[in-house]
T-cell receptor, first 114, second 112 residues
Framework: AQSVTQLDSQVPVFEEAPVELRCNYS??????LFWYVQYPNQGLQLLLKYLSGSTLVKGINGFEAEFNKSQTSFHLRKPSVHISDTAEYFC????????????FGTGTSLTVIP | SQTIHQWPATLVQPVGSPLSLECTVEGTSNPNLYWYRQAAGRGLQLLFY??????ISSEVPQNLSASRPQDRQFILSSKKLLLSDSGFYLCARGRGSGNTIYFGEGSWLTVV
């Protein structure tokens, strides 16, 4: 099975500062990569995904992520965060060939400080 | 639009009681369906997934089971709940481009 590591469980950052949420995966096969956001007491929403092509992927709410195959990483970034970005963020991976199983990291809690 | 309904939204059950959480999907046929559990501070754990009616794959052996009696219905069950079964249960469907999966709003289960 795949595994996904989110190195930071909590990330506090001041409003309008940049942020990077880290994600690494372990896989010897080709994968699809995803970032999801979860607001309190809600389900998960898709932020962005990497399927193929350009390694820099842009998503909703000004977020972007860069796929680095050699480092097996898919870090999420935003140049200037807003209070409304406070949420839990999950990185996920699925196998390209089967695509039936999705594996998530343990999540990173982003808190934007006014 | 493709919608995922989960119910009940909130459930409080005593230890040893049975469980049935239901998930139905609208707007798509033959979706992949998933059950995840989110325990406090533990991220998302894949419990079961299904690629078709009657086809269930279990990721984690435990006292939970899943069934898919209809194409768009996925049920999570237990005969006897444990305290450790408490958590936030999320149903999801797949089959979008790049196998993206989409989530329902979740069901909170508290076992007391």
């Amino acid at each position: 099975a795949q595994s996904v590591t989110q190195l930071d469980s909590q990330v506090p950052v001041f409003e309008e500062a940049p942020v990077e949420l880290r994600c690494n995966y372990s896989s010897s096969v080709s994968v699809y990569l995803f970032w999801y956001v979860q607001y309190p007491n809600q389900g998960l929403q898709l932020l962005l995904k990497y399927l193929s092509g350009s390694t820099l992927v842009k998503g909703i709410n000004g977020f972007e992520a860069e796929f680095n195959k050699s480092q097996t990483s898919f870090h999420l970034r935003k140049p200037s965060v807003h209070i409304s970005d406070t949420a839990e963020y999950f990185c996920a991976v699925s196998d390209r060939d089967t695509g039936n199983q999705f594996y998530f990291g343990t999540g990173t809690s982003l808190t934007v400080i006014p | 639009s493709q919608t995922i309904h989960q119910w009940p939204a909130t459930l409080v059950q005593p230890v040893g009681s049975p469980l049935s959480l239901e998930c139905t999907v609208e707007g798509t046929s033959n979706p992949n369906l998933y059950w995840y559990r989110q325990a406090a501070g533990r991220g998302l754990q894949l419990l079961f997934y299904s690629v078709g009616i009657g086809q269930i794959s279990s990721e984690v052996p435990q006292n939970l089971s899943a069934s898919r009696p209809q194409d768009r219905q996925f049920i999570l069950s237990s005969k006897k709940l444990l305290l450790s079964d408490s958590g936030f249960y999320l149903c999801a469907r797949g089959r979008g481009s790049g196998n993206t999966i989409y989530f329902g709003e979740g069901s909170w289960l508290t076992v007391v």
